[in-house]
């Protein structure tokens, strides 16, 4: 199976990662929190010596972080992989591979790599709107991307891998980055 990958599939891979994670959940989570929080204590501070309009100033800073936040710490992460990307993986950005099941291994290769997976090292198949990923651990995995295969090729692929990896797909075709 004949395929290159962007730099967008690589983009698809680490921010599904990230969240995955539970310690990047619980940093994002708690930088919302925390930050409108010390703004409230500001704001304590300000009502108790009766400013009431830097009060008010720290409460819609509050308000505003807690609601704006999330969508800013998308954007911060999104910027943040592509750096990434750019910077380690940008040898691999458009270099056609080929992947096959051979005997009881995953063999893919390329122009500049080549590479080869005993069949029991994998530990999921996670299908994405528009990729396969083929989990090795929580950090690495095969991209195999939905556009750039044949749907019947791709299909009949993952059908194989289900059956000698003795695997299940994992449907998290509804998952986006948020």
Avoid: C
């Avoid at 690589?10 to 994670?21: C, G, P």
């Amino acid at each position: 199976m004949k395929y290159s990958l962007v730099s967008n599939d690589h983009l698809t891979f680490q921010l599904y990662t990230a969240s995955q994670s539970p310690f990047v959940a619980r940093k994002r989570r708690l930088k919302r929190i925390i930050y409108p929080l010390s703004y409230i204590i500001f704001g304590m501070v300000f009502l108790y010596t009766e400013d009431y309009i830097l009060t008010s100033i720290a409460m819609a800073v509050a308000v505003l972080w807690f609601v704006i936040y999330p969508f800013y710490s998308r954007r911060v992460y999104v910027r943040h992989f592509n750096k990434h990307i750019a910077e380690y993986y940008q040898e691999r950005i458009n270099i056609p591979g080929e992947t096959s099941i051979v005997d009881d291994s995953l063999v893919f290769v390329s122009d500049n790599t080549e590479g080869r997976i005993v069949l029991s090292e994998l530990k999921s198949i996670i299908e994405l709107k528009d990729h396969f990923l083929l989990q090795i651990d929580a950090g690495s995995a095969v991209i195999l991307p939905k556009g750039n295969i044949e749907k019947t090729e791709l299909d009949s692929f993952i059908e194989e891998l289900e059956k000698s990896a003795e695997l299940s797909r994992l449907d998290k075709t509804s998952w986006v980055w948020k």
